[in-house]
Structures are given as structure tokens and as C-alpha cells.
């Protein structure tokens, strides 16, 4: 399984138990953690991870 999508449901596990909806992850580092895309600076592309 690809890394990314490991991270995907790992992350959704965790805000599963903590009760959350979503995480919405707006930072190229964070974007980046999650998809493998880097974004360039002038980008503002988000990722929104559902339970």
C-alpha cells in the first residue's frame, strides 16, 4: 500500500477516536505528508481528510 494513503488512515483512525470530523491540512509540508505533491509557495491548495 502506498505510504501516503497509510498515512491517510492512520490519520483517520486517530481523529475517529478523538471524535473529530475532519483535518484540513493547508501547509506545503503538510500537504506534502499527505498527497507526495509539493506545492509551490504561491499555490494555496488544501487537503481535507475525512473520517
Known amino acids: 500500500m502506498d505510504v501516503h494513503i497509510q ?3 492512520k ?3 486517530i481523529l ?3 471524535g473529530w470530523e ?3 491540512a493547508s ?3 503538510n500537504f506534502f505528508y ?3 505533491s509539493w506545492l509551490d509557495s504561491h ?3 488544501q ?3 475525512p473520517v
Open 34 to 36: 499527505f498527497t507526495g
Open 11 to 13: 490519520t483517520q483512525t
Open 47 to 49: 487537503a481535507i481528510v
Open 27 to 29: 501547509s506545503p509540508s
Open 43 to 45: 499555490e494555496r491548495l
Open 22 to 24: 475532519a483535518l484540513v
Open 7 to 9: 498515512r491517510i488512515k
Open 16 to 18: 475517529e477516536n478523538n
